[in-house]
């Protein structure tokens, strides 16, 4: 997790209750499963941690383009050297459905041994669907 302390402090029962959900999707209610909670150095370096929270922006009726501004200033804290972010649908819930994409940096899509995380997240907010998608270029070897 890149934050574990929302799910650990001072609620142990979240913990159990994900055990219990666990248990009953995998069908194993009878087996013991023990749940490891792992910190991520720099959070804001995944893209799936980013997406998560550009989207928790957008349900909260932020504008998109200043979620994707933040969402770039705290990757620039990490040592990256690249980002894009994109984001389709029905934008600040207008009619008509577009597209808005921003980059900051360098990332080569077209070369095969660029280290590129991707990511691809869709939301759902009181307009509709939004797909974000997020490429972070992090080295070229």
């Known amino acids: 997790m890149g934050f574990p302390k929302l799910l650990i402090e001072g609620k142990p029962k979240k913990l159990e209750e994900l055990q219990r959900n666990i248990q009953k999707e995998l069908n194993c209610v009878n087996q013991k499963i023990n749940i490891t909670i792992t910190r991520i150095g720099n959070p804001y370096r995944h893209p799936n941690i980013l997406a998560e929270f550009i989207a928790e922006q957008l349900k909260n009726r932020v504008s998109f383009r200043k979620a994707m501004k933040k969402a770039i200033e705290l990757t620039e804290q990490t040592d990256t050297k690249g980002i894009q972010i994109q984001i389709g ?11 808005e994409w921003i980059r900051e ?37």
Do not use: H, M, N
């Open 105 to 141: 940096g360098r990332v080569p899509l077209q070369t095969i041994r660029a280290k590129i995380d991707y990511c691809s997240y869709t939301v759902r907010t009181i307009y509709g669907v939004l797909g974000i998608k997020i490429w972070i270029f992090i080295d070229e070897d």
């Open 89 to 99: 649908g029905r934008l600040d819930g207008k009619e008509i459905a577009r597209v």
